[in-house]
């Protein structure tokens, strides 16, 4: 928060792009008309389209980078064959620093200078971004850097730092959405020394963690003492949840309309087993030898999934409920365990999208024969139309009379 309102002082509000939310105008122009340096270390080109910026990288570890590459440069490499946007990179590195490569190649990603946080909100602020495009996985790259977008103007695809943050968070999101008649699987939340009141078997997961790392399933052999101390690894907090019997593991989403309408699209089914019950980390993504996320796993699963109609109206429920109950914008996505009875229960949320082909929304969207391009510019295009929105508005009064 301090770094985010020293650069807000040093680079006001006024002085940063002020025509997001115009994609027909030309990048350079806009700064022109604002008088600003048009220079920048890449010495970039007037393209005449709208920029979009794929915010990537992470502050916090090499795994949470490796996500974030492979999955921004899947998407920057499908979207830029499409020359609709002028798509830019921003990469944040863990030292702190950023850089600005002009694509995702090892010469490029080592060409493209470092500089501090400072120096890179001014070579933002010259591209004068149309939409920001998240890719970040981590924690801050979830929260922090989105809301440091939010604060200097520049319209966000997907939802804001505040609803990241609560959903990352698996007891608070799981209170909230049990308010609007959500169902949940019992759970208790502990801290250290705590110890689990329920019987077994449940499930040890670190409550602000991804990607099942620290997540084990206490059985009656199970070590408690090793499952917590994994657990507690990633978190300082831990959900105890109650173990849902094994029927079927269930990915299922919901995209927003132009008229505001929540359509669930086709569901993701995973196919577990008695031996192997519920998803670990190493069913997700696969990884180097130091652990590093290099691509996502395939094969055991399905879409879309079998899903009768009975099942799909408990599902949808469970989504558009969700969704509105968390705040969630443009799309969401939720992790659904279905007993032997066909009943769904919210495990957690997953409310970001990296938009590349072998991505979970893309590919539900897929399903129903729309494809990356079409759901990335409906996307990118209405995050636009937001901030224009916002601009032209009158109101003077309320909290969000320009949001």
């Given at each position: 928060?301090?770094?985010l309102?020293?650069?807000l002082?040093?680079?006001p509000?006024p002085h940063?792009?002020?025509?997001t939310?115009?994609?027909?105008?030309?990048s350079?122009?806009v700064?022109r008309t604002?008088g600003a340096?048009?220079?920048?270390p890449?010495?970039?080109q007037?393209t005449g389209?709208?920029?979009?910026?794929h915010l990537c990288?992470?502050?916090?570890?090499?795994y949470y980078?490796g996500?974030?590459s492979?999955?921004?440069?899947q998407?920057?490499?499908?979207?830029?064959?499409?020359?609709t946007?002028?798509?830019?990179i921003?990469?944040v590195?863990?030292?702190g620093?950023?850089?600005?490569p002009?694509?995702f190649?090892?010469?490029a990603k080592?060409?493209?200078?470092?500089?501090?946080?400072?120096a890179a909100m001014?070579?933002i602020?010259k591209?004068?971004?149309?939409?920001m495009v998240?890719?970040?996985?981590?924690?801050?790259?979830m929260?922090?850097f989105?809301?440091?977008?939010?604060a200097?103007g520049?319209?966000i695809v997907?939802?804001?730092a505040g609803?990241?943050?609560?959903?990352?968070n698996k007891?608070?999101s799981?209170?909230v959405?049990?308010t609007?008649?959500?169902?949940?699987?019992?759970?208790?939340l502990?801290?250290?020394?705590?110890r689990?009141?329920?019987?077994?078997?449940?499930v040890l997961?670190?409550?602000?963690?991804?990607?099942?790392?620290?997540?084990t399933l206490?059985?009656?052999d199970?070590?408690?003492?090793?499952?917590?101390?994994?657990?507690f690894t990633?978190d300082?907090e831990?959900?105890?949840e109650?173990?849902?019997?094994?029927?079927?593991?269930?990915?299922?989403?919901?995209?927003?309309q132009?008229?505001g309408?929540l359509?669930?699209?086709p569901?993701l089914?995973y196919?577990?087993t008695?031996?192997?019950?519920i998803r670990?980390?190493?069913d997700?993504?696969?990884?180097?030898?130091?652990?590093?996320?290099v691509?996502?796993?395939t094969g055991g699963?399905?879409?879309p999934a079998?899903?009768?109609?009975?099942l799909?109206a408990?599902?949808?429920?469970l989504?558009?409920?969700?969704h509105?109950a968390l705040g969630?914008?443009d799309y969401s996505?939720?992790?659904v365990?279905v007993d032997p009875d066909?009943?769904?229960f919210f495990?957690e949320a997953?409310l970001?999208?990296?938009?590349a082909?072998?991505?979970v929304?893309?590919?539900?969207?897929?399903?129903?024969?729309?494809?990356?391009?079409?759901i990335f510019e409906m996307?990118v295009n209405?995050?636009?139309?937001r901030k224009?929105?916002a601009?032209s508005?009158t109101?003077?009064?309320?909290m969000k009379?320009?949001c």
């Open positions: 928060l301090g770094i309102l020293r650069l002082l040093r680079y509000l940063l792009p002020i025509t939310g115009i994609p027909d105008a030309p350079c122009l700064n604002m340096n048009t220079e920048s890449a010495k970039r007037c389209k709208a920029v979009v910026v990288g992470s502050r916090v570890s090499e980078e996500v974030s492979y999955y921004a440069s998407c920057f490499a499908e979207v830029s064959q499409h020359g946007y002028d798509n830019k921003a990469m590195h863990r030292d620093s950023w850089s600005f002009a694509d190649s090892d010469e080592k060409a493209a200078a470092h500089m501090p946080i400072e001014a070579e602020a591209m004068a971004p149309a939409a998240p890719h970040m996985f981590c924690l801050p790259g929260t922090t989105r809301a440091l977008f939010e200097m520049i319209p997907g939802n804001t609803v990241m943050e609560l959903s990352t007891a608070q799981k209170a959405v049990a609007l008649g959500v169902p949940i699987p019992e759970s208790e502990l801290r250290s020394g705590d689990p009141k329920m019987a077994r078997p449940f997961k670190p409550c602000n963690e991804d990607n099942s790392q620290g997540i206490v059985r009656e199970t070590d408690l003492d090793a499952a917590l101390k994994q657990a990633f300082t831990v959900l105890c109650r173990y849902i019997p094994l029927g079927r593991e269930i990915r299922c989403a919901v995209l927003e132009a008229d309408k359509d669930l699209l569901c089914e196919f577990l008695e031996k192997s019950p670990g980390a190493s997700k993504l696969v990884t180097d030898s130091r652990g590093v996320p691509t996502v796993t699963r399905k879409c079998d899903v009768d109609d009975v799909r408990k599902l949808e429920h989504c558009v409920q969700s509105r969630c914008r996505l939720y992790d365990r066909g009943n769904p495990l997953c970001y999208c990296s938009f082909p072998k991505s929304i893309v590919g539900m969207c897929g399903g129903r024969g729309q494809g990356q391009q079409e996307l209405r995050a636009i139309e224009r929105k601009m508005s109101q003077l009064l309320g009379s320009a």
